[in-house]
């Protein structure tokens, strides 16, 4: 089969879409045939030599796909050959075929497209873990989602709202900010030009006082201090990027104060199984969320389509920060 190969670490221009091994079917996996993969900014850094998959992923890049089932593994009896689907990867998404855990798959609701799906996986799976399983999102919340325009912020807002919630975003341009409002964002905050804090705690949170009950953060070091300030009594920060930086000083009299809770997830490390593993973070997205993406409630927000060839076009979009919602590549119609 063709994937994604890099040519040692660096730019976009190390990626070429060259010969590779197919990858080999395991016990519980299926294998996909690819329609589109789903570009994340973590594929960046892998890329770049500073994300390594983790042991036993394949080094193919890509964290998310679409695509039909092209054969299926000894033990699964829940999927078939034929069948549309999009799945949760560690690995391997940038290619013509991927072998997944049965485990990782979702179906593709009728009347989506499966290039849009394949934009799904990785943000449902973020989202849902984060703001649902870790932090507990409830109808009375007031959740300030940082980076509302990115592929996990345009996701997190729809759900969010879905779910009754009250959603400030951030985002670095009036335009964007507009989109979010679109999208159901009730506050809207230029990072640029507006201080945050402010902004959240003239906000009343689901406890009854200033700020706000969940943050889901992608900037790390950068606004640990600033997101502490801007949490309500009884407030989850859960960091999931690290855009600004990985060390910061934490004020624990300032988080003591209002009983406040850092949470740092991360979807890619997590076992295939068991407690907190990917198998259960898909089988709460597919109960939940996925009804309300099949409604059409929560919808697919994609920026650009482009050919798997131009995967180092597809990364420098992304990187240029030009984009509203997800970037994906289509591997072949399907
Ligand atoms: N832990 C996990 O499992 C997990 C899973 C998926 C993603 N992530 C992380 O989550 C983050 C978002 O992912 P994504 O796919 O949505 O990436 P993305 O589409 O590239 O979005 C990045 C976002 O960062 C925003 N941003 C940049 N500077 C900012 C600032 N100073 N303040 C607030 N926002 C700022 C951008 O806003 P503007 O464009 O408006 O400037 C943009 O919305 C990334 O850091 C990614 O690595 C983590």
Known sequence: MRAIDLNGFGGPETMSWA?????TLGHGEVLIDVAAAGVNRADLLQRRGHYPPPPGASPVIGLECSGVIAEVGDGVRDWAVGDRVCALLSGGGY??????????????????DLGAAAGLPEVAATVWSNLVMTA???ADHLVLIHGGGGGVGTHAIQVAKALGARVAVTAGSADKLA??????????????????????????????????DIILDN????????????????????????????????NLAALLAKWGTVHA???????ATGVGGKAEIIAEVRRHLWPLIADGTVVPVIAAELPIEEAGEAHRLLDSGEVFGKVVLRVKEL
């Open 179 to 212: 989109r979010c409002a679109e999208l159901g964002a009730n506050v809207l905050i230029n990072y640029r030009e507006d201080d945050f804090v402010t902004a959240v705690r003239a906000e009343e949170s689901g406890a009854g006082g200033p700020g706000a």
């Open 219 to 250: 900037m790390g070091a950068a606004y640990l201090e600033r997101n502490v300030d801007a949490l309500a009594a009884n407030g989850k920060l859960v960091v999931i990027g690290m855009q600004g930086g990985v060390s910061a000083e934490l």
């Open 95 to 112: 290619a013509e075929r991927v072998a997944v855990p049965a485990t990782q798959v979702l179906p593709v609701p009728d009347g989506l």
């Open 19 to 23: 010969e590779t091994p197919d990858p």
């Open 136 to 138: 507990g999102l409830r």
């Open 265 to 271: 997830t991360n979807v890619r490390a997590r076992p």
